[in-house]
Nanobody, 116 residues
Framework: QVQVVESGGGLVQPGGSLRLSCAAS????????MGWYRQAPGAQRELVAE???????NYADSVKDRFTISRDNAKNTVHLQMNSLKAEDTAVYYC??????????WGQGTQVTVSS
């Protein structure tokens, strides 16, 4: 079994920054990819950013040039640096850990609220 724990959410003013972290632990042989999704009230969960074991990064168009995903392979940890935050970035952010192309583990989510 794999455990996924997110941290770093909170309340921030528009234009501010937050850094989310996600740590994976447990029975991990290898990690295929780690990434972040978000879900706003009444909306579907959507991809924010993902980083594969090969180093490929995939970002949602809405966060390109504002968010940066990075990973500490030795610690099975992924970070999401979020800058220039907007009200529309408000959502619950979920970390997804993929130990294979179709094997997913999710964290419980962390709330990010952007408001003045």
């Amino acid at each position: 079994q794999v455990q996924v724990v997110e941290s770093g959410g909170g309340l921030v003013q528009p234009g501010g920054s937050l850094r989310l972290s996600c740590a994976a632990s447990g029975s991990i042989f290898s990690i295929y990819a780690m990434g972040w999704y978000r879900q706003a009230p009444g909306a579907q969960r959507e991809l924010v950013a993902e980083l594969t074991s090969g180093g490929s990064r995939n970002y949602a168009d809405s966060v390109k040039d504002r968010f940066t995903i990075s990973r500490d392979n030795a610690k099975n940890t992924v970070h999401l640096q979020m800058n220039s935050l907007k009200a529309e970035d408000t959502a619950v952010y979920y970390c997804r850990v993929r130990t294979g192309p179709t094997i997913n583990y999710w964290g419980q989510g962390t709330q990010v609220t952007v408001s003045s």
